[in-house]
T-cell receptor
Framework: GEDVEQSLFLSVREGDSSVINCTYT??????LYWYKQEPGAGLQLLTY?????DMKQDQRLTVLLNKKDKHLSLRIADTQTGDSAIYFC???????FGKGTTLSVSS | NAGVTQTPKFQVLKTGQSMTLQCAQD?????MYWYRQDPGMGLRLIYY???????DKGEVPNGYNVSRLNKREFSLRLESAAPSQTSVYFC????????????FGPGTRLTVT
């Protein structure tokens, strides 16, 4: 069946760049998404990329899509302590979520 | 706009008890979803409803029932709660056109003892 996989933890220092990676199996996704979950809250859409794009930039966020390798990444430039959260990759015709990557930012 | 609201925020049940989790959205979305979130398991879809009057099973429907009462409301019922149903439950609704952004409620933290 469809699957979305991502690493579980990432720890960075404030001011560094963070890169969160994701692989997926369903190549029919029209869009691929990144959601953010802050402690004690529901998920919120952070950004998305249309499947015929290779890259999308939105302020500090850069999404890269490699369709051949079915690999999606989210880069956060100048990471701040407020970026500490769980980041979910999602895609597929039935919108499958990955298990989430916990980003920890230390000052 | 309140977005997606869920009640209650917290609940403790004994094994075998029943309860209904309520969800409502005010964004006029046709599609609504129930997920559970468990540590290390990510988000798993329990049931979804593509429109008023229709419901479909997701990945983990066993032990749950749902009702799409009207366009705004989508409830999740546990008929006989089990400790394995201890989890955080999220309701979501989504747009009917690309990019199908899902809007999530704040969650219900359920503990079954």
């Amino acid at each position: 069946g469809e699957d979305v996989e991502q690493s579980l933890f990432l720890s960075v220092r404030e001011g560094d760049s963070s890169v969160i990676n994701c692989t997926y199996t369903d190549s029919s996704s029209t869009y691929l998404y990144w959601y953010k979950q802050e402690p004690g809250a529901g998920l919120q859409l952070l950004t998305y990329i249309f499947s015929n794009m290779d890259m999308k930039q939105d302020q500090r966020l850069t999404v890269l899509l490699n369709k051949k390798d079915k690999h999606l990444s989210l880069r956060i430039a100048d990471t701040q302590t407020g970026d500490s959260a769980i980041y979910f990759c999602a895609g597929g015709t039935a919108l499958i979520f990955g298990k989430g990557t916990t980003l920890s930012v230390s000052s | 706009n309140a977005g997606v609201t869920q009640t209650p925020k917290f609940q403790v049940l004994k094994t075998g008890q029943s309860m209904t989790l309520q969800c409502a959205q005010d964004m006029n979305h046709n599609s609504m979803y129930w997920y559970r979130q468990d540590p290390g398991m990510g988000l798993r879809l329990i049931y979804y409803s593509a429109s008023e009057g229709t419901t479909d099973k997701g990945e983990v429907p066993n032990g749950y029932n749902v009702s799409r009462l009207n366009k705004r409301e989508f409830s999740l019922r546990l008929e006989s709660a089990a400790p394995s149903q201890t989890s955080v439950y999220f309701c979501a609704s989504s747009e009917d056109r690309h990019p199908y952004e899902q809007y999530f409620g704040p969650g219900t933290r359920l503990t079954v003892t």
